[in-house]
């Protein structure tokens, strides 16, 4: 067993402790198993196995945040998980969280092991259309969601009638920020593009978005969603996430689901979903130039399975797929992606 975090026998007795005196009536636990789940964005995942010489076993997981802000992160996933399923949104019990470094010297939170296993793999097993409607169907609930009982008091500017293009103009002057540090301006035309089309981003309606929906980051239970990686949430546009998720599906399952994914979520909404290409062309922008950062000689990739070699090998098709939808809605070249 590799636990990469927990490089010494002191750590795991400081959780056994700790473990001990969250389930008391797990008499005598002890850590049976803690194995490595994965490696998140800035995140580690672990499988724990307790045992007692009472009440039987219990199998838990727990998320072990790190990188900047991860208090932050750590304190936001709690709360949602443990909010969301008052409207509808079926997550994973979550027990505790330690918001201190005293026990594995980040903040973590421990939930309940579902072992149903990810989405991805019903997808892979069933196909993407047996679960098109549902994803739908629950993304359409979340963004229905009062984002206000949840999240009081977001970060920022929240768009009004006065100010319909705060979330657009934000995410704008990020992405300028970025290809102005990294000398990425091989982007500015594209850029140039979402400024002269900005008002097709328009917004009066914030809604809680989860900021990463897609099938690794929902678990299954008797056919049932539980979504998990709250960590980015954030009140931002409806349209923001939808556009995020046909990004990611459309590389998983392929282009030609992409009609049938925004027809799934118009169904689930009731309307058609307004100006979609251009939410569209703003988080294939975000995607190319964060790629683009990646491959930059002194920037290290934050998720630990992806490498600059990856980029160019097997994650290549995360690369090109969006980079091609993007010339498909623009009609521009980026010319650092092209030279790929």
């Known amino acids: 067993m590799t636990v990469r975090t927990l ?4 750590a795991q007795r400081k959780l056994a402790e700790f473990l001990r005196r969250q389930y008391p009536t797990l008499k005598g636990l002890e850590i049976q198993e803690l194995s490595e789940l994965g490696e998140g964005w800035e995140t580690d995942l672990y499988h724990l196995k307790l045992t007692g010489k009472r ?12 990188g900047p802000k991860s208090l932050e992160k750590a304190q936001k996933e709690f709360s949602l998980m443990t909010n969301v399923p008052r409207f509808g949104i079926a997550a994973p019990r979550v027990d505790t969280i330690v918001t201190d470094s005293s026990i594995l010297g980040d903040p973590f939170i421990v939930m309940e092991y579902i072992p149903g296993g990810t989405l991805e793999a ?15 169907k629950t993304l359409a609930r979340i963004h229905s969601i009062p984002w206000v009982e949840i999240i009081p008091d977001p970060q920022g500017t929240l768009p009004n009638p006065d100010k319909p293009l705060v979330f657009v103009e934000d995410l704008l002057r990020g992405m300028e920020r970025s ?6 301006l091989g982007f500015e035309p594209t850029i140039e593009w979402l400024h002269q089309r900005v008002k097709l981003g328009a917004s009066t309606t914030p809604a809680l978005i989860h900021n990463d929906y897609h099938p690794q980051n929902a678990l299954l239970r008797n056919g049932e969603l539980l979504i998990i990686d709250w960590s980015f949430a954030e009140v931002s ?7 995020w998720t046909v990004m990611l599906l459309s590389v998983l399952a392929g282009k030609e689901y992409r009609s049938a994914i925004l027809s799934a979520y118009e169904r689930a909404v009731g309307e058609p979903i307004a100006n979609f290409e251009y939410f569209e062309a703003i988080k294939l922008t975000m995607r190319m130039i964060t790629i683009a ?4 000689d002194d920037v290290e990739i934050p998720v630990p399975r992806i490498t600059k070699q ?12 969006p980079y091609r939808r993007l010339n498909e809605i623009t009609g521009l070249e980026i010319q ?3 030279e790929l």
């Open 237 to 243: 546009d409806g349209r923001m996430d939808l556009a």
């Open 179 to 184: 290809i102005h540090r990294y000398q990425l």
């Open 310 to 321: 990856a980029l160019l090998g097997d994650y290549r098709v995360h690369l090109l797929n």
């Open 293 to 296: 950062t990646w491959l930059e």
């Open 55 to 66: 009440n039987g076993d219990l199998e838990l997981v727990l998320r072990l945040y790190k």
């Open 336 to 338: 650092v992606i092209e």
């Open 7 to 10: 490089p010494d026998d002191a």
């Open 122 to 136: 019903g997808i892979q097993s069933d196909g993407i259309a047996r679960w098109i409607e549902p994803m739908m």
